[in-house]
């Protein structure tokens, strides 16, 4: 398993789509801000950290959990 969660191409790939989910949703209506725009914010950041504490877990299959739970929160 790669030293750090840093290292993991789908972690790298997953605070690409946060950051672009970001600059995105900027654009937003204001009327919006504490409504769709904070869930699917929050919905972004949840994948890599998801992923980064699941790297952190003890064995394979804590991390396979977070992933399912980083996977849900895609759709």
Known sequence: MAQ???????WQRAMQLTVAIYRLTKGFPREEIY?????????????PSNIAEGHGRLN????????????ASNF
Do not use: H, N, P
């Not at 750090?4 to 789908?10: G, P």
């Not at 725009?37 to 919905?43: D, E, L």
């Not at 394979?60 to 996977?71: H, P, W």
């Open 4 to 10: 750090s969660f840093r290292d993991l191409i789908v």
């Open 35 to 47: 409504g769709l725009t904070s869930q699917i914010r929050r919905a972004a950041v949840s994948v």
């Open 60 to 71: 394979k299959a804590e991390f396979r959990q977070f992933l399912g739970i980083a996977r």
